[in-house]
């Protein structure tokens, strides 16, 4: 099996990165060449140096209001190490029109909510503060509107009575860790189209996969 060469791109932590990274196995579609981060402090870092996949700091800060120096200098980085598609695995920068459009078809994102719902920042906050019962996480295909791409997958979460923005936080984040690597795997793997601007899995489970809802009916159930 040929595996598509991974870049995955992180500012911080980096747990859907390490999920990522711990689901690719020989098996798995896609290979991880290279973690980006632009920022030096970003924790994620040392976790893909002891898994042994290597590592780069393009420091944004470096690059005050230079964004096209930016990416030139992100894009020397993926040459370097031969990347073919990108993951976005909590990478806070907005990224230009021209790069998207270099990348079309090849850059995925996460994000944390139910994707039309919530683009931007302070998803579960802003959830909570809706009042919506259903909240959750969304991988799709980067396009110039931040946040607006084809979508792959989607996860959705109960939002429970006594939830606070961490608790929130956690039960999508243990979504994400399952979301991710399933979604990065079927476009590594070419089964990804886009028919009228929509994102089509090709596979006979795919409308399975595709959503996940893990409804805790005990939960439910106690709340009565
Ligand atoms: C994740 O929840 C991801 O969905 C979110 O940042 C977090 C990164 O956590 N991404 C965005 O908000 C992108 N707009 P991680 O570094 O532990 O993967």
Redesign the pocket.
């Known amino acids: 099996m040929k595996r598509a060469r991974l870049a995955l791109l992180?500012s911080?932590?980096?747990?859907?990165?390490a999920a990522i990274l711990a689901a690719a196995g020989a098996d798995y579609p896609a290979l991880p060449v290279l973690v980006l981060s632009n920022r030096a402090d970003a924790a994620?870092l040392a976790v893909a140096a002891a898994r042994g996949v290597p590592t780069a700091v393009v420091e944004s800060r470096a690059f005050k209001g230079d964004r096209a120096g930016f990416e030139a200098a992100m894009e020397a980085e993926l040459a370097k190490h031969g990347v073919e598609i990108i993951a976005?695995?909590?990478f806070?920068r907005v990224l230009t029109p021209g790069f998207v459009r270099r990348w079309e078809g090849r850059l995925l994102?996460?994000?944390?909510s139910l994707l039309p719902a919530f683009p931007g920042?302070d998803?579960h906050a802003r959830a909570l503060a809706a009042g919506v019962r259903l909240h959750g996480?969304t991988v799709h295909l980067v396009t110039a509107g931040v946040?607006e791409g084809p979508i792959l997958a989607q996860a959705a979460v109960p939002v429970l009575p006594d939830d606070t923005q961490a608790s929130l936080?956690a039960r999508?984040?243990a979504e994400?860790h399952k979301l991710y690597p399933a979604a990065l795997s079927w476009l590594a793997a070419g089964r990804v189209r886009l028919e009228a601007g929509r994102a089509v899995i090709t596979a006979a489970d795919s409308a399975r996969d595709s959503l996940l809802n893990p409804l805790p009916r005990a939960a439910l159930l106690s709340t009565q």
């Open positions: 992180i911080g932590r980096g747990s859907n990165m994620g976005l695995a909590g806070m994102n996460i994000h944390p920042l998803t996480c946040d936080a999508v984040l994400e």
